[in-house]
């Protein structure tokens, strides 16, 4: 049974315009959730993350919202630029496991120019 | 470049043979996870280890098992390989926890093909 959710594999924008990858989860004991980014032959790259006691948390172009009463999160991309392209994976732990991630199966974006 | 190395970054092996990967995890860090991802699936977590000493197991077949050295390096076996095992392997690694707010840098994975 997956715990963490991307129900899209595929998302296609227009550069410039805004980026949003969704994520659900099930499990309730989970309070960190990260964003990672991985392109094609390489390893998968943090990009952001927020604790369950914050609602958003925003770097530069990236704004990751949790919303913990719905289970869901998302990341926004704004303005999307073609080096965006990636597959995205949303991960999360839970307090006692060691800090282990699960992982979802990823959402791969295409920026368009 | 995430400070993590891992080799070989291709394997090509048949089955039933057993395969060594290899990880060296970040300057510092005392944590080495290792994650399966094979096709169309995410990544699934096989093991942690924290300063040479296990501390937890995930998804993690019998037949394969990991280590960490005094030196931090991990190195995880894979035996009776079959068909289904291909997949690329990664290795992470982070500063141990005092909490669950831990974020991992991962290597660059191994390639592995089991023909």
């Known amino acids: 049974d997956q715990q963490v959710k991307q129900n899209s594999p595929s998302l296609s924008v227009q550069e410039g315009r805004i980026s949003i990858l969704n994520c659900d989860y099930t499990?309730?004991?989970?309070?960190?959730f990260l964003w990672y980014k991985k392109y094609p032959a390489e390893g998968p790259t943090f990009l952001i993350s927020?604790?369950?006691?914050?609602d958003k948390n925003e770097d530069g172009r990236f704004t990751v919202f949790l919303n913990k009463s719905a289970k869901h999160l998302s990341l926004h991309i704004v303005p999307s630029q073609p080096g965006d392209s990636a597959v995205y994976f949303c991960?999360?732990?839970?307090?006692?496991?060691?800090?282990?991630?699960?992982f979802g199966k990823g959402t791969k974006l295409s920026v368009k120019p | 470049d995430s400070g993590v190395t891992q080799t070989p970054k291709h394997l090509i092996t048949a089955t039933g043979q057993r395969v060594t990967l290899r990880c060296s995890p970040r300057?510092?860090?005392?944590?080495v996870y290792w994650y399966q991802q094979s096709l169309d699936q995410g990544l699934q977590f096989l093991i942690q280890?924290?300063?040479?000493?296990?501390?937890a197991k995930g998804n993690i077949l019998e037949r394969f098992s990991a280590q960490q050295f005094p030196d931090l390096h991990s190195e995880l076996n894979l035996s009776s390989l079959e068909l289904g095992d291909s997949a690329l392997y990664f290795c992470?690694?982070?500063?141990?926890?005092?909490?669950?707010?831990?974020?991992?840098?991962f290597g660059p994975g191994t390639r592995l093909t089991v023909l």
């Open positions: 992470a690694s982070s500063v141990y926890p005092q909490s669950s707010y831990n974020e991992q840098f």
């Open positions: 499990n309730s004991m989970f309070d960190y």
């Open positions: 927020i604790s369950s006691i914050k």
């Open positions: 991960a999360a732990s839970a307090s006692g496991s060691q800090g282990n991630l699960i």
């Open positions: 300057s510092g860090d005392l944590s």
């Open positions: 280890y924290y300063n040479g000493e296990e501390r």
